[in-house]
């Protein structure tokens, strides 16, 4: 008992607050184990939303499949397969606009939607494809973050990877103060009610890239290969033991 207070006392003393308490009387270090790699990005997804607003229904919804049959034309001549395009069916939603001198709502009309997504493996067919779909009123484009199709594998990985690096500093930690990390007393990859040591610092990804018109020219010659950072934590609490 008198060996257990102390560890805890000495981990306290080393500001190691891992294993600044106990359960069920025992002492714990509690670790958060990271792991992560930069790859080559591999996918580069571009969103097409082809809209019009108007009170003449047919009529927006011809303009509005003539524009969006252009743009999927150009992700096919931009090199990209049925498995890698996607497509939302056209919706149409009535618009209103509250005015305040009659105190009542006005019809607008009908906006009229469709939505394209396709997924590129490299920047050289994105770029084709920006410089070669519709522009004007009726279009709009955002870009998403490029990301890795492997990601899952990768992940699975990294667990592994975290997951030993999370043993080997609850080892090290123990060692500190002349004991060793026993079993553990849970495992997870979401942080619980402890205080834990270790983990990567991450910044967080940027914002998606949205343009219209007006800035697509200077969007697209921008766009450059990227790399993409791959991450995984686990929190995991080990038995403080002689």
């Not at 397969?81 to 009659?102: C, T, V």
């Not at 009908?110 to 050289?124: D, I, P, S």
């Not at 849970?186 to 942080?191: C, G, I, L």
Request: proline share 5%; aromatic share 8%; charged share 20%.
């Amino acid at each position: 008992m008198f060996r257990n207070l102390l560890l805890v006392f000495l981990l306290y003393a080393y500001g190691l607050s891992a294993a600044a308490q106990t359960i069920q009387g025992e002492p714990y270090v509690a670790v958060h184990g990271s792991a992560k790699r930069e790859v080559d990005a591999d996918t580069y997804p571009a969103t097409v939303t082809v809209s019009e607003t108007s009170v003449d229904v047919p009529a927006a919804s011809r303009l509005v499949e003539s524009l969006f049959v252009k743009a999927v034309e150009a992700a096919q001549k931009a090199g990209a397969n049925p498995s890698q395009i996607s497509a939302l069916a056209l919706s149409i939603e009535r618009q209103n606009k509250w005015d305040s001198d009659s105190d009542t709502w006005l019809f607008l009309g009908n906006r009229v939607e469709r939505q394209l997504t396709v997924k590129f493996a490299g920047v050289a067919g994105l770029q084709s494809f920006l410089a070669s779909i519709p522009t004007g009123e009726h279009v709009a484009v955002s870009l998403g973050q490029p990301d890795r199709s492997d990601k899952s594998t990768i992940e699975s990985e990294l667990l592994v990877e975290a997951a030993n690096n999370a043993r080997q500093l609850a080892e090290n930690l123990a060692a500190s103060v002349g004991g060793k990390a026993g079993n553990a007393f849970s495992v997870s990859t979401k942080a619980l009610g402890f205080n834990y040591s270790g983990g990567l610092g991450l910044s967080p990804p940027p914002p998606p890239v949205v343009f219209d018109e007006p800035t697509l020219s200077a969007v697209e010659f921008a766009l450059k290969e990227t790399k993409v950072t791959v991450r995984q934590d686990i929190y995991i609490v080990y038995r403080l033991v002689d």
